[in-house]
């Protein structure tokens, strides 16, 4: 089985940046097939544009734009492409990194398809640092990481402690959030009161329903921005009321507008 190294990845790398054991690039994925492989790094991929298929060890994940992976070190897995342009973005991070800010490698195991939005849209960010050429996007690379393997951290460690209707709301959220939704009708479906699920749903999801539900349609309208022609498709699609609706959330939760994020990909 082949072993990858740090920064190493099947495809066409366009870029790449390397810092504090950290190591970030953008590849254009040209292989139809890629056998059974794994990398000796840790490292995360957000899938840009394109889809894929990716299959490990305990399951096969269909991989739009906007899907976040999360690769534990020397975990095998393998990848179909469709005859489309696909592109991922990666973020490998050495044992060095683990080390030097003290945390470890091994709270998290496995290869995960990450689906909360927060997660995402944290990974957006890092994205977004990386096509500033700000002089200070290092730091803020850093300081989003860390948030990610916070989050990672406190859901592992909570994971058998959650009680049944967290993944029930978070299913049904994820399944309806285009939808109309209030706060009745979610608590009658999962059978506990409306006022149990308005205050205990910010300790497990670390925001209100409105916050969560926002959140996956923006990451829903990420996928869409370049296959749609106008932003009020793309937002009526999505959900949102209306385009400057859809535009002002979007900014809040990723800090640049819809049109930007898509000159961000051009680069």
């Known amino acids: 089985m082949k072993s990858l190294h740090n920064g190493e990845f099947f495809g066409k790398t366009n870029e790449t940046l390397r810092f504090d054991g950290l190591t970030i690039t953008d590849t254009e994925y040209t292989h139809p ?123 592992a460690q909570n994971s058998d402690k959650k009680p049944s209707w967290v993944n029930k709301i978070d299913e049904i959220l994820h399944e309806s959030f285009t939808e109309k939704l209030n706060l009745t009708d979610l608590s009658k479906t999962i059978d506990i009161h409306p006022v149990h699920l308005s205050r205990d749903f910010q300790k497990h999801f670390h925001c ?19 296959t749609y022609p106008s932003l009020a498709e793309v937002a009526l699609e999505c959900g949102f009321a209306d385009q400057s609706h859809f535009i002002r959330s979007f900014k809040e939760n990723t800090g640049i507008t819809p049109l930007q994020y898509k000159n961000l990909l051009k680069k």
Request: proline fraction near 3%.
């Open 33 to 155: 097939y890629v056998d059974w492989h794994y990398h000796e790094n840790a490292y995360f991929t957000f899938m840009l544009q394109g889809n894929m298929t990716e299959g490990n060890k305990k399951e096969t994940y269909d991989c739009p734009a906007g899907t976040l992976l999360y690769h534990h070190w020397e975990d095998a897995h393998y990848n179909i492409k469709p005859d489309i342009f696909t592109r991922g973005f990666h973020l490998e991070i050495t044992e060095n990194w683990f080390e030097q800010f003290q945390i470890s490698k091994n709270s998290i195991e496995g290869s995960f398809n990450l689906k909360n939005p927060a997660l995402k849209l944290l990974m957006y960010r890092i994205f977004r640092e990386t096509k500033l050429n700000d002089p200070s996007f290092e730091l803020s690379v850093h300081e989003l990481l860390f948030n990610i393997f916070s989050e990672l951290s406190d859901r």
């Open 208 to 226: 209100n329903l409105g916050e969560y539900i926002r959140k996956l349609k923006i990451n829903k309208s990420i996928t869409l921005l370049n």
